[in-house]
């Protein structure tokens, strides 16, 4: 199981590092209280919980690509949402 909880602590500082940036920058912009991108934040957060849990409780890496799916969705919504605002 430590292979699993060190991969997983390594995922934790890839791709959320998007979701940070995404959040700063529409904090920025002053849509940090828009409910778009509040839904779309607390998916992204919701999801990493369960990423987490599916990466080191079990070995299914199908259910792990579907909630990293949804997690990547949220994120590409969110720039998304910035990008509509420049």
């Known amino acids: ?4 909880i060190s ?3 390594s995922n ?3 791709w959320p590092v998007f979701f940070y940036i995404a959040c700063l920058a529409l904090m ?3 849509l940090g209280s828009n409910i778009v991108f509040i ?3 607390w998916v992204f957060i919701l999801g990493r919980v ?3 849990g599916v990466q080191i409780l079990t070995d299914n890496v199908r259910l792990r690509g579907l909630v990293f799916t949804i ?4 994120v ?3 720039w998304c949402l910035l990008l509509l605002t420049l």
């Open 28 to 30: 920025m912009k002053e």
């Open 50 to 52: 369960i990423h987490s």
């Open 71 to 74: 997690n990547f969705l949220a």
């Open 7 to 9: 991969a997983n602590l």
């Open 12 to 14: 934790q500082f890839e």
């Open 39 to 41: 839904s779309l934040a």
């Open 76 to 78: 590409l919504a969110m």
């Open 1 to 4: 199981m430590e292979p699993r």
